[in-house]
């Protein structure tokens, strides 16, 4: 049928006079116009992002937490040290929203301010070990030969020695349990597996056709860097970050777990359900509630960085 | 291949070489006395005593020597401080065993049903077996494990009173901490599992093996199976190094008297002599741990056998 209606509409075609045609001329660069809005990187990443409906349900869990975790203690209207003997061990109420603890103080008051230390370890941390490391493994894999050696052999040895041990033999030696003290035992090795992540996408990427031809037509080594290697590199080290998070929050809520993490007054999520762990039998819902921070404060960076790793390098993407 | 492990070895002596000798100058360089508050109740004279039993009294440099000289030639790590008379190296062997059998159930039991699980899942791609695994496996990596062992001892203690909360020696006792150790594992392999297989049911020889007509069965078993495998053997060795070290948690939660449990317990009592010699063979065996699966994989893996 469709056979049929081609060979006649070109017979048609054949009917029309040749002096009906007429010669526009040839412009040799319409081919190169480009006619709709130019997409960048970013937006092509988060249009590619917004599709993913369950990454965008964790961004939104997550902004909700950090919205709770800044204004959180303020709402409850309690400060979270404050205790009261005349309301110890209540369940959540009206009054005390999450109930309160063994001391009398408000827990929706204190899961909030424990978040605040929780999140901030744990996005710190991950920040400073991916800047770190990627400093590191740009410099190693940008001089290459021997340098490149002996700075990924250092990475191999601090790589060999648990991460758990090196965080609690920091935190032993230091012997000073403030926060700080806490993220520079965390951080010490933790900027090893980005290093070696950012290396080799950077000896990957000096491979590319696209370097070799920047540095045939004598772009200089400055610029080759900040126009491909870094855009280039940026989306794995963001992912990185965000699988990190989770990690570091974990880390720190093992360590205040065993004792060795925040001491009172300050509190995390960690150092919250330790103690609840205790009257845990009696008192289930003191260590519901912390652990439900974890719980979805871990989901939802890992569901994001799944989400992010999808959008930021969609050669990755199956 | 000789050449390559010799290699992997010399680094592995002079990684531990430095961990070895970091971890030493590290606790001797923390403020105070290593006696703690027991040097204080102590007569002058005790604590000398003291000071020279453990070579406190000696320098620094001395005090180094003679550690390595006794860990290299022997073996032996010393003496704990808290609890004189009882050898660091002899406590560490004994309790590896007992964290060796939990936590080697648990790995076991992880590995295999997390497997069964990812297998699973990838085959009923999209369909409800594969929403259930990964359901499971989600739940698996963001409960905290302190939280999951918590939950068990509830359950399983004061609800139904079928097994005991802690305790050491006997079968039942083994069955909580295995389950709340496993239960992490089985999430990440049978995540890992999954993406891997789909990953190599894509590949281009697979869809060779179908058009030649080779049963769906035999592909699964022979091409994608042996390949999505591969991968997973590096996560292990981690994993196995992690066995011995005990998992420090479930050891304090259940009263298992493993490494974990006495790591912890050093720590708080300040016993360093305790804390260098539990450090020390911690890392040794991850270090052992990681070159054994190197060594694995390349014998698994052609196409990464050392040229």
Known sequence: ?????????????????????????????????????????????????????????????????????????????????????????????????????????????????????????????????????????????????????????????????????????????????????????????????????????????????????????????????????????????????????????????????????????????????????????????????????????????????DGLRDALDPKLRK | MIKYVLKRIGYMLITLFIIATATFFMMHSIPGDPLGAMANKLPEQAKANYYAKYGLDKSLTEQYTIFMKNLITKGDLGESLKYPGKSITDTLLTNSKVSGVTGGLALFFGVVIGVTLGIVAALNKNKWPDYLVMFIAILGITIPVFVMASLLQYLFTVKWMILPTTGWGKPKNLVLPVIAMCFGTIATYARYLKSNMLEVMGQDYILTAEAKGVSRFHIIKDHVLKNAFLPCITILGGQISGIFTGSFVIEKMFGIPGLGFYYVSSINDRDYTMIIGTTIFAAALFVVAQLLIDIVYTLLDPRIRVK
């Not at chain 1, 990690?247 to 609840?276: H, N």
């Open chain 1, 1 to 305: 049928m469709s056979e049929e209606k081609k060979v006649t509409s070109a017979t048609e075609w054949e009917d029309i006079p040749a002096e009906k045609f007429q010669i526009i001329g040839t412009d040799d660069f319409s081919g190169d116009i480009i006619a709709r809005p130019k997409v960048g990187y970013w937006a092509d990443a988060w249009r590619r992002f917004k599709e993913n409906k369950i990454a965008l349900i964790a961004l939104i869990i997550l902004i909700v937490l950090l919205f709770m975790v800044i204004f959180g203690p303020a709402i409850s209207g309690y400060n979270f040290e404050q205790m009261d003997t005349s309301a110890i061990n209540q369940l959540p109420s009206s009054e005390h929203w999450f109930g309160t603890d063994s001391l009398g103080r408000d827990l929706f008051a204190r899961v909030w301010q424990a978040g605040r230390v929780s999140l901030a370890i744990g996005i710190v941390g991950a920040v400073v070990a991916s800047v770190v490391g990627s400093i590191y493994g740009g410099i190693a894999s940008y001089f290459g030969g021997i340098v490149d050696d002996i700075m990924m052999r250092i990475v191999e040895v601090l790589l060999s020695i648990p991460y758990l041990i090196i965080v609690i033999l920091i935190s032993v030696v230091t012997d000073s349990k403030s926060i700080g003290t806490m993220m520079l035992a965390l951080t010490l090795t933790g900027w090893c597996g980005i290093a070696r992540l950012v290396r080799g996408q950077m000896l990957q990427l000096k491979s590319q056709e696209y370097v070799l031809a920047a540095n045939a037509l004598g772009v200089s080594p400055f610029k080759t860097i900040m126009r491909h290697m870094i855009p280039n590199t940026i989306g794995i080290i963001i992912v990185a970050i965000t699988f990190d998070i989770p990690g570091y929050i974990f880390s720190e809520a093992f360590l205040s777990y065993i004792g060795l993490g925040v001491q009172p007054p300050d509190t995390s999520w960690g150092a919250l359900a330790s103690a609840a762990q205790q009257n845990f039998m009696f008192y289930p819902y003191q260590l519901f509630f912390p652990s439900l921070m974890i719980a979805l404060t871990m989901l939802s960076f890992t569901l994001l960085g």
